[in-house]
């Protein structure tokens, strides 16, 4: 089964409006971390945000926030008053355990975000 | 700060060469970890290090790969020999911290002819 699942292969979205990238996971231990990437063409992996399946509130940063719905298991990026530069392959990341030491981290297929003029 | 630092940048090689990738984490972490990313896989763990020891070579796909981890400023990923098959980016990433995000380096660009 997949850990991490983004069903979104292709997204389009006007500049300055939000966008709600999807991903949902898959665990059974209860700490976890999630994570989301942006992928511009030029191909660095830069990291947006991170939640943990203890914290109380959702994250963000900037314009990103994090949907964390944690009985559905999800975790979907919030990108506001998007811009051109928002273009790029998001990529939703998952690391199974405890903070404390260093777990393995899945990444999903990534979705293509396109903004628009 | 510097980020993390890959080189080369572009690699083009023919069949049957050894290709040898370079890494330098960020300073002061220590984990390290080698990805490689196609279009048909997507990103996939190779390898990491704790402190310059090998943790989980799991990942790596045959014997023909091989990394090391001299010190805690340098990384060497090794395809001996080389195929089709292994074109792909190949990152590497360093991290350190309660929430072990992972910084990228900006990638090897593979190409086996």
């Known amino acids: 089964a997949q850990k991490i699942t983004q069903t979104q292969p292709g997204m389009f979205v006007q500049e300055k409006e939000a966008v709600t990238l999807d991903c949902t996971y898959d665990?059974?231990?209860?700490?976890?971390?999630l994570f989301w990437y942006k992928q511009p063409s030029s191909g660095e992996m830069i990291f947006l945000i991170y939640q943990g399946s203890y914290d109380q509130q959702n994250a963000t940063e900037g314009r990103y926030s994090l949907n964390f719905q944690k009985a559905r298991k999800s975790a979907n990026l919030v990108i506001s008053a998007s811009q051109l530069g928002d273009s790029a392959m998001y990529f939703c990341a998952m690391r199974e355990g405890p903070p404390l030491g260093w777990r393995a981290l899945t990444f999903g297929s990534g979705t293509r975000l396109q903004v628009q003029p | 700060d510097a980020g993390v630092i890959q080189s080369p940048r572009h690699e083009v090689t023919e069949m049957g060469q050894e290709v040898t990738l370079r890494c330098k984490p960020i300073s002061g972490h220590d984990y390290l970890f080698w990805y490689r990313q196609t279009m048909m896989r997507g990103l996939e763990l190779l390898i990491y290090f704790n402190n310059n020891v090998p943790i989980d070579d799991s990942g790596m796909p045959e014997d023909r790969f091989s990394a090391k981890m001299p010190n805690a400023s340098f990384s060497t990923l090794k395809i001996q020999p080389s195929e089709p098959r292994d074109s792909a980016v190949y990152f590497c990433?360093?991290?350190?911290?309660?929430?072990?995000?992972?910084?990228f380096g900006p990638g090897t660009r593979l190409t086996v002819l």
């Open positions: 665990t059974s231990d209860p700490s976890y971390g």
């Open positions: 990433a360093s991290s350190s911290g309660e929430h072990n995000e992972q910084f």
